[in-house]
């Protein structure tokens, strides 16, 4: 007799991107000539995971009984404060508003919001190519998903389709949480323009006295933006929203730290208003207890020193230019190949993802893993992560999608 619940009896064992990774890891042991584009890890040209010596060093330098010790359940304060001063540097009204809580990872975070900002049953939005966690974690919350288009004709973010969605979202479940990762989207590497961010504040502004509207931004990816974008820029937009829609932001250190193990990240709110902070924040503690109770104190102590030492950031910041640039080459030579063999995509400017569109991508993606090309495939289209193709193996990888 199976005693799991039937609603969780036919689940998955295994999240379809790590099982394409595993199968290509095998594959490329066995001595394949294996390009791997499916995890979103940066790896350097001779395939190493890119590790960012500064962010190591600290790491290793935490004491022992910094990492025996529990942390408070929020997180520890040092580490939110500098999670905080770090989105909101260029931000004060928007600092003066905000709250945190220290997550396992960005997941967390976008797990919080999902269990604090819908009721069970109801729809997350966001848009047509998405993160497939996304709609896992609402799965496991007892939640939905739903998706507005994302690219209108000319290939831009089409707020058109935004709003219709917005509107269907408070008819039919009384409010709006919004998820909307950028820049440098996954899995698309879209990154949107300061008057599509614009317009996006005017679209959710009108609905915000009809019902109660929340947007998170997955800023995962944002230090890897194109070099021509400054990171944070996009915060200036939102300042219309500030007190009339809830404004979520899941940070996260792994990739901005190159240490995705160490599973350090937070769920920052910005609320107008102390009660209503106070009431946000405290649902967010108790959600903290609730699920994984705190997290590990020592990657905690270690972030907040990366981002409050002004020798240690200056050092990250410089060593992140260069893995920055070690992913513009990438994106470069793909920009160069990929429009002349007939491949369509969005806007690719910068970020550890391109997604190429196509009808049946199921059956492309399997075709090229026969050939030892291994990228996700999605509806109408395959993620492909160039975070992890050394730039000699860029050319096969476009031949193998043409």
């Given at each position: 007799?199976?005693?799991?619940?039937?609603?969780?009896?036919?689940?998955?064992?295994?999240?379809?991107?790590?099982?394409?990774?595993?199968?290509?890891?095998?594959?490329?042991?066995?001595?394949?000539?294996?390009?791997?584009?499916?995890?979103?890890?940066?790896?350097?040209?001779?395939?190493?995971?890119?590790?960012?010596?500064?962010?190591?060093?600290?790491?290793?330098?935490?004491?022992?009984?910094?990492?025996?010790?529990?942390?408070?359940?929020?997180?520890?304060?040092?580490?939110?404060?500098?999670?905080?001063?770090?989105?909101?540097?260029?931000?004060?009204?928007?600092?003066?508003?905000?709250?945190?809580?220290?997550?396992?990872?960005?997941?967390?975070?976008?797990?919080?919001?999902?269990?604090?900002?819908?009721?069970?049953?109801?729809?997350?939005?966001?848009?047509?190519?998405?993160?497939?966690?996304?709609?896992?974690?609402?799965?496991?919350?007892?939640?939905?998903?739903?998706?507005?288009?994302?690219?209108?004709?000319?290939?831009?973010?089409?707020?058109?389709?935004?709003?219709?969605?917005?509107?269907?979202?408070?008819?039919?479940?009384?409010?709006?949480?919004?998820?909307?990762?950028?820049?440098?989207?996954?899995?698309?590497?879209?990154?949107?323009?300061?008057?599509?961010?614009?317009?996006?504040?005017?679209?959710?502004?009108?609905?915000?006295?009809?019902?109660?509207?929340?947007?998170?931004?997955?800023?995962?990816?944002?230090?890897?933006?194109?070099?021509?974008?400054?990171?944070?820029?996009?915060?200036?937009?939102?300042?219309?929203?500030?007190?009339?829609?809830?404004?979520?932001?899941?940070?996260?250190?792994?990739?901005?730290?190159?240490?995705?193990?160490?599973?350090?990240?937070a769920l920052v709110a910005c609320v107008a208003g102390?009660?209503?902070?106070?009431?946000?924040?405290?649902?967010?503690?108790?959600?903290?207890?609730?699920t994984w109770s705190n997290c590990t104190r020592g990657?905690?102590?270690?972030?907040?020193?990366?981002?409050?030492?002004?020798?240690?950031?200056?050092?990250?910041?410089?060593?992140?230019?260069?893995?920055?640039?070690?992913?513009?080459?990438?994106?470069?030579?793909?920009?160069?190949?990929?429009?002349?063999?007939?491949?369509?995509?969005?806007?690719?400017?910068?970020?550890?993802?391109?997604?190429?569109?196509?009808?049946?991508?199921?059956?492309?993606?399997?075709?090229?893993?026969?050939?030892?090309?291994?990228?996700?495939?999605?509806?109408?289209?395959?993620?492909?992560?160039?975070?992890?193709?050394?730039?000699?193996?860029?050319?096969?990888?476009?031949?193998?999608?043409?």
């Amino acid at each position: 007799m199976l005693h799991v619940i039937p609603s969780h009896q036919a689940r998955p064992s295994d999240d379809p991107i790590f099982a394409l990774n595993k199968e290509a890891t095998l594959r490329k042991e066995r001595g394949d000539a294996v390009i791997n584009a499916t995890v979103g890890s940066l790896l350097d040209d001779d395939g190493k995971l890119a590790v960012m010596p500064t962010s190591a060093r600290v790491v290793r330098e935490v004491p022992d009984e910094e990492w025996a010790a529990y942390a408070p359940i929020a997180g520890s304060p040092g580490f939110l404060r500098a999670v905080m001063d770090d989105l909101f540097e260029q931000e004060p009204t928007m600092r003066a508003t905000a709250c945190a809580v220290a997550t396992p990872g960005g997941t967390g975070a976008l797990r919080h919001a999902i269990a604090n900002f819908l009721e069970p049953g109801q729809s997350l939005l966001t848009s047509s190519f998405f993160w497939g966690p996304y709609q896992t974690l609402a799965d496991e919350a007892d939640r939905k998903l739903t998706t507005f288009n994302m690219f209108d004709a000319k290939g831009g973010l089409d707020v058109g389709a935004l709003d219709r969605a917005v509107k269907a979202q408070i008819a039919a479940q009384g409010r709006v949480l919004l998820f909307l990762n950028d820049p440098c989207h996954n899995p698309t590497g879209y990154s949107m323009s300061p008057e599509e961010w614009r317009a996006v504040a005017a679209c959710l502004l009108p609905y915000a006295d009809a019902a109660p509207i929340t947007l998170l931004v997955d800023t995962a990816y944002f230090l890897f933006a194109s070099a021509s974008r400054a990171p944070r820029a996009f915060l200036a937009e939102l300042r219309p929203l500030v007190g009339k829609v809830a404004l979520l932001f899941a940070w996260s250190a792994s990739k901005s730290f190159t240490h995705y193990g160490l599973r350090v990240g937070a769920l920052v709110a910005c609320v107008a208003g102390d009660v209503e902070r106070q009431k946000t924040e405290a649902a967010l503690v108790y959600s903290c207890r609730g699920t994984w109770s705190n997290c590990t104190r020592g990657g905690q102590s270690a972030i907040a020193r990366l981002l409050t030492d002004p020798a240690l950031r200056s050092a990250c910041d410089k060593e992140r230019a260069e893995l920055q640039a070690l992913l513009a080459r990438r994106v470069a030579v793909f920009n160069a190949l990929a429009p002349a063999r007939g491949l369509k995509y969005p806007r690719y400017e910068g970020g550890f993802f391109v997604t190429v569109f196509h009808d049946d991508a199921l059956s492309k993606a399997a075709a090229m893993k026969d050939k030892g090309v291994f990228v996700v495939p999605s509806k109408g289209a395959l993620r492909v992560a160039l975070c992890s193709v050394a730039e000699k193996d860029i050319p096969r990888l476009v031949e193998a999608l043409a």
